[in-house]
């Protein structure tokens, strides 16, 4: 089974930028679509973007186009969202997940396994 690393994640100014990461073990990453998430307390836990096995497709969230970039680096087994122009309405913990089928969804119940979540936090 594939276990999730992630990093990346702390404070940040409104209009700042971040880069989480999310690193994979097991062989079988590169043909598994990957997906980022993130839930505040209180809160269901929401899509924020994906991406297919070979990198080629992606999905995000409307609260999050044009400002999220969702990438992978399967020869690293890493999975990556570069986050800019932050807003105070994206801290949250942000979860890296991943499914044993090539093809990205936006739902969380498409996904089998999950990393630990990383604390995001916008000051505004």
């Known amino acids: 089974q594939v276990q999730l690393v992630e990093s990346g994640g702390g404070l940040v100014q409104a209009g700042g930028s971040l880069r989480l990461s999310c690193a994979a073990s097991?062989?079988?990453?590169?043909?598994?679509?990957m997906g980022w998430f993130r839930q505040t307390p209180g809160k269901e836990r929401e899509f924020v973007a994906s991406i297919n096995w070979g990198g080629g497709t992606t999905y995000y969230a409307d609260s999050v186009k044009g400002r999220f970039t969702i990438s992978r680096d399967n020869a690293k087994n890493t999975v990556y969202l570069q986050m800019n122009t932050l807003k105070p309405e994206d801290t949250a913990v942000y979860y890296c997940?991943?499914?044993?089928?090539?093809?990205?969804?936006?739902?969380?119940?498409?996904?089998?396994?999950w990393g630990q979540g990383t604390q995001v936090t916008v000051s505004s």
């Open positions: 097991g062989r079988t990453f590169s043909t598994n679509a």
């Open positions: 997940a991943g499914r044993y089928l090539p093809s990205a969804t936006m739902s969380k119940n498409d996904y089998n396994y």
